[in-house]
């Protein structure tokens, strides 16, 4: 087994990585929420003000799985964290160390870019995912609940009617 290619995606993988995400929606039950398109994710990781940058890992050449994430901050430290939003290994590449290949190349991009904290969420449900992400030294923050605004409640709160 050779070690996993981990190179930041290129504009040219718009295509890949919208079939990944898809893929990972499909895993996480989640497919009825994907409404990205290429044009999004074009705007989204390679416009003029990229929100979030990913990771195409390879092995022997062939797509094995992907990350994406962004820079959030932390007002308490007074410094960026990185973010990771998605992780996903294809179930033919699971149990080769894609997953902690791209990891590791995510912390390695936090340390280097004076990041004081890298963050991501699991599914509940998801205890593989939790168990392998524990085994590698990460811990569950049980004093925090995520919240979330989308569609009617977020245009609500801003003033605004998704009826336009």
């Given at each position: 087994?050779?070690?996993?290619?981990?190179?930041?995606?290129?504009?040219?993988?718009?295509?890949?990585?919208l079939?990944?995400?898809?893929?990972?929606?499909?895993?996480?039950k989640?497919?009825?929420?994907?409404?990205?398109?290429?044009?999004?994710?074009?705007?989204?990781?390679?416009?003029?003000?990229p929100?979030?940058?990913?990771?195409?890992?390879?092995?022997?050449?062939?797509?094995?799985?992907?990350?994406?994430?962004?820079?959030?901050?932390?007002?308490?430290?007074?410094?960026?964290g990185?973010y990771?939003?998605?992780?996903?290994?294809?179930?033919?590449?699971?149990?080769?160390?894609?997953?902690?290949?791209?990891?590791?190349h995510?912390?390695?991009?936090?340390?280097?870019?004076?990041?004081?904290?890298?963050e991501?969420?699991?599914?509940?449900w998801?205890?593989a995912?939790?168990?392998?992400?524990?085994?590698?030294?990460?811990?569950?923050?049980?004093?925090?609940?995520?919240?979330r605004?989308?569609?009617a409640?977020l245009?609500?709160?801003?003033?605004?009617s998704?009826?336009r």
């Amino acid at each position: 087994m050779t070690q996993p290619e981990i190179a930041p995606a290129r504009e040219a993988d718009i295509p890949l990585i919208l079939s990944l995400i898809t893929e990972l929606a499909e895993f996480e039950k989640l497919k009825d929420q994907v409404v990205a398109t290429e044009a999004s994710l074009k705007e989204s990781l390679f416009g003029p003000r990229p929100a979030a940058q990913a990771l195409i890992a390879r092995s022997d050449g062939t797509c094995a799985g992907f990350a994406l994430y962004f820079h959030n901050f932390s007002t308490f430290l007074g410094r960026r964290g990185l973010y990771l939003e998605d992780l996903y290994v294809r179930p033919a590449f699971r149990g080769r160390s894609i997953g902690k290949a791209l990891l590791a190349h995510l912390a390695r991009l936090a340390v280097e870019r004076g990041c004081g904290r890298f963050e991501w969420a699991v599914l509940d449900w998801n205890t593989a995912a939790r168990d392998f992400y524990e085994s590698l030294g990460a811990q569950a923050n049980p004093t925090w609940v995520n919240y979330r605004l989308t569609g009617a409640a977020l245009e609500r709160l801003a003033g605004g009617s998704l009826a336009r």
